[in-house]
């Protein structure tokens, strides 16, 4: 087991990308604190965990709430009596051009993909340095590398995700702490089906649509994208260190666009 008896904080991990990674980590053999704002979904997740013999608790809040993201940090040194792996997964996407975003959405994008992501790692470093140690995964996308209309906010948030990925994996090299991040591509998840609703026509027309364009023509599997968080939070990948971990299908790999 790759992680086994590591104390695990997963936010976002009701659904989608974060729900894969809870699933996998306690597969592997973490003690998994789930964090969400479905309460019905994490005990769905946590039931589903539990009865596969892993260990997992859930705690439902909102990132955005004032000291949420420090007590987060709190309750699983609390429950587990340290924290050695965090994944910060937790996000939003709103689809508008920019001389529609509205200053709400500006805000509340960065409020989840930026500085709830700060705040929680902010508070993951203090305790990781002071036991000796950790890994801290950040969840960003290939839109924080590439710019794609209407995602003005989105693409701009998890440009912020990466560069605070590469800040804090040298400010804390020193201290036995690594740094990294996953940029997933399209990922076949509820906030892809969500966008893709905003869009004109059938969502299962638009998802082959967006395939069409990628290079290995479909879309990630959430369990896909876990796997390469997994490997960033063991100690497999020891030597990673400010990493962005592309899991894009060759997206990152075209330089433009791909032939369909």
Same mark, same amino acid.
């Given at each position: 087991m790759r992680l086994k008896d590591k104390a695990t904080l997963i936010t976002g991990a009701t659904a989608?990308?974060?729900?894969?990674?809870?699933?996998?980590?306690?597969?592997?053999?973490?003690?998994? &604190?789930?964090?969400?704002?479905?309460?019905?979904?994490?005990?769905?997740?946590?039931?589903?965990?539990?009865?596969?013999?892993?260990?997992?608790?859930?705690?439902?809040?909102?990132l955005r709430d004032d000291g949420f993201c420090d007590r987060l940090i709190a309750e699983t040194k609390s429950r587990f009596g340290r924290i050695d792996v965090l994944v910060n997964n937790a996000g939003i996407l709103y689809s508008a051009a920019a001389a529609e975003t509205t200053d709400e959405q500006w805000s509340d994008t960065f409020a989840v993909n930026?500085?709830?992501?700060?705040?929680?790692?902010?508070?993951?470093?203090?305790?990781?340095?002071?036991?000796?140690?950790?890994?801290?995964?950040?969840?960003?996308?290939?839109?924080?590398?590439?710019?794609?209309?209407?995602?003005?906010?989105?693409?701009?948030?998890?440009?912020?995700?990466?560069?605070?990925?590469?800040?804090?994996?040298?400010?804390?090299?020193?201290?036995?702490?690594?740094?990294?991040?996953?940029?997933?591509?399209?990922?076949?998840?509820?906030?892809?089906?969500?966008?893709?609703?905003? &869009?004109?026509?059938?969502?299962?027309?638009?998802?082959?649509?967006?395939?069409?364009? &990628?290079?290995?023509?479909?879309?990630?599997r959430p369990e896909e994208v876990a796997n390469a968080a997994l490997f960033l939070a063991s100690d497999e990948s020891s030597y990673c260190v400010g990493t962005n971990l592309s899991c894009d299908g060759g997206t990152a790999a075209t330089g433009g666009p791909y032939p369909v």
């Open positions: 989608g990308i974060g729900e894969a990674c809870a699933r996998l980590f306690a597969q592997e053999g973490a003690k998994v &604190l789930m964090s969400g704002r479905d309460q019905a979904r994490g005990d769905a997740v946590l039931d589903a965990i539990r009865q596969a013999g892993g260990s997992a608790e859930f705690v439902a809040g909102d930026v500085t709830a992501v700060f705040q929680l790692a902010r508070a993951a470093l203090r305790e990781m340095i002071a036991q000796g140690g950790g890994s801290i995964v950040n969840i960003a996308s290939e839109s924080g590398l590439n710019g794609e209309p209407g995602l003005t906010a989105y693409c701009a948030s998890k440009g912020a995700v990466i560069q605070m990925t590469k800040c804090m994996a040298l400010d804390h090299i020193g201290d036995n702490v690594r740094v990294n991040s996953v940029c997933p591509g399209e990922t076949h998840t509820k906030m892809i089906d969500d966008w893709l609703g905003t &869009l004109d026509g059938d969502i299962e027309d638009n998802i082959k649509n967006l395939a069409k364009g &990628l290079p290995i023509r479909r879309l990630a």
